[in-house]
C-alpha cells in the first residue's frame, strides 16, 4: 500500500517554542492532506485538510494562527504548532489522500509533549 | 452536525470468541466508510465500504454496511490476542470529503 512519512515521531521541546512537524507521501501524489491530533483514550480530532497550493481549511475551534499549516507541493506537509503550551501535548497524526480518493493512508504520528 | 457513534466503548473477550462491533453514523455527503485498527500508533486500514449489503472479507475480520439504516457492522471470529485494539469507525463525507472519527471501541483479548 501507499506509504506516508510523518516525522518527527516524538519531540519533547520548552514552552513557548515551536515545532514543526512533516507529513510527506512517500510514492504517491497527495492532493489532499489531513492534520489530527489526538489526546489519550480519546479518538482523532480532525485539525485541518489541506490541499496543494492552497490554504488549508480548519476545523471549528481550531487556531489558524497557532498551527500553521502548510502543503507546498503534492508529497509534503507541514504542520507548525507556535508557541506551544503543555496543554497543545498531544498524539498528532497526519494522512494524505491521491487523486484516486480511495482510503487515507496514515502517517506514524508525532507525539508532542511541551514541558 | 455530523455524529459518529460506535458500541460497545470497550469490550473484554477471551480467544476464539467472536465480536461484533457496531458503527452508526449521521453524515453529511457521505461517501464512503472506513474501519481502522489502532494498536499503539497510526491507525492501519482495515476495510473501506461503499455500496449497501456487499459483505467484504479479510482473514478473520469481516464488515458490512448498510446506507439506508445509516450503520456498519465489523465481525472478528476466532479472536486472538493480537486483535486487542481500538477498532475506529470513520464514514467519509462533508465538502472536503474528510474522515469523519468515531470514539473508537476498545477490544481487549484475554488469553
Known amino acids: 500500500g501507499a506509504v506516508v512519512s510523518q516525522h518527527p515521531s516524538w519531540v519533547i521541546c520548552k514552552s513557548g517554542t515551536s515545532v514543526k512537524i512533516e507529513c510527506r507521501s512517500l510514492?504517491?501524489?497527495?492532493?489532499?492532506m489531513f492534520w489530527y491530533r489526538q489526546f489519550p483514550k480519546q479518538s482523532l480530532m480532525l485539525m485541518a485538510t489541506s490541499n496543494e497550493g492552497s490554504k488549508a481549511t480548519y476545523e471549528q475551534g481550531v487556531e489558524k494562527d497557532k498551527f500553521l499549516i502548510n502543503h507546498a507541493s503534492l508529497t509534503l506537509s507541514t504542520l507548525t504548532v507556535t508557541s506551544a503550551h503543555p496543554e497543545d501535548s498531544s498524539f498528532y497524526i497526519c494522512?494524505?489522500?491521491?487523486?484516486?480518493?480511495?482510503?487515507?493512508?496514515f502517517g506514524q504520528g508525532t507525539r508532542l509533549t511541551v514541558v | 452536525e455530523d455524529k459518529v457513534v460506535q458500541s460497545p466503548l470497550s469490550l473484554v473477550v477471551h480467544e476464539g470468541d467472536t465480536v461484533t462491533l457496531n458503527c452508526s453514523y449521521e453524515v453529511t455527503n457521505f461517501r464512503s466508510l472506513l474501519w481502522y485498527k489502532q494498536e499503539k500508533k497510526a491507525p492501519t486500514f482495515l476495510f473501506m465500504l461503499t455500496s449497501s449489503g456487499i459483505e467484504k472479507k479479510s482473514g478473520r475480520l469481516s464488515s458490512i454496511l448498510d446506507k439506508k439504516e445509516l450503520f456498519s457492522i465489523l465481525n472478528i471470529t476466532a479472536t486472538q490476542t493480537g486483535d486487542s485494539a481500538v477498532y475506529l469507525c470513520a464514514p467519509t463525507g462533508g465538502a472536503t470529503n474528510k474522515l469523519i472519527f468515531g470514539t473508537g471501541t476498545l477490544l481487549a483479548v484475554q488469553p
Open positions: 510514492d504517491f501524489q497527495a492532493t489532499t
Open positions: 494522512s494524505a489522500e491521491g487523486w484516486e480518493r480511495t482510503e487515507a493512508f
